[in-house]
């Protein structure tokens, strides 16, 4: 397990991580400690914990935003693998049509070659 010591708020946390993830928790410490300083600089000291639950919230918001807009797309790309599929199939219909319209004209031009060989 792998440490770090990241900075929220000018306070120094050691925490532990997976090897190779150190960078990745470094900069999400960093992004936090940016919504931190926000609502400090936006309501002053009000509280280590205060501020820590607000920033909190704040991420939580963005992230359920996130989601939303997530289940949106994939909802969307729901519908238009449907529509793919749709179309496809009236693809595959339009071409056993035709080849069922081919097949017919064959046919019919082997029973005039037929009537014309006869004659």
């Known amino acids: 397990m792998a440490q770090v010591t990241v900075n929220i708020d000018?306070?120094?946390y050691r925490m532990a991580c997976e090897e190779g993830q150190e960078a990745h928790l470094t900069e999400l410490a960093n992004k936090f400690d940016r919504y931190v300083g926000h609502l400090k600089g936006e309501f002053g000291e009000i509280g280590d914990l205060r501020l820590?639950?607000?920033?909190?919230i704040l991420v939580m918001d963005e992230l359920s935003e996130a989601q939303r807009k997530l289940d949106g797309l994939e909802s969307e790309v729901g519908s238009l693998k449907k529509t793919?599929?749709?179309a496809l199939a009236?693809?595959?219909?339009?071409d056993a049509s035709l080849a069922d319209t081919i097949s017919n004209i064959a046919d019919k031009v082997e029973r005039i070659a037929e009537k014309l060989e006869k004659a």
């Open 10 to 12: 000018g306070k120094a």
């Open 52 to 56: 820590t639950v607000m920033a909190g």
């Open 84 to 86: 793919r599929d749709t």
């Open 90 to 94: 009236r693809v595959d219909d339009a």
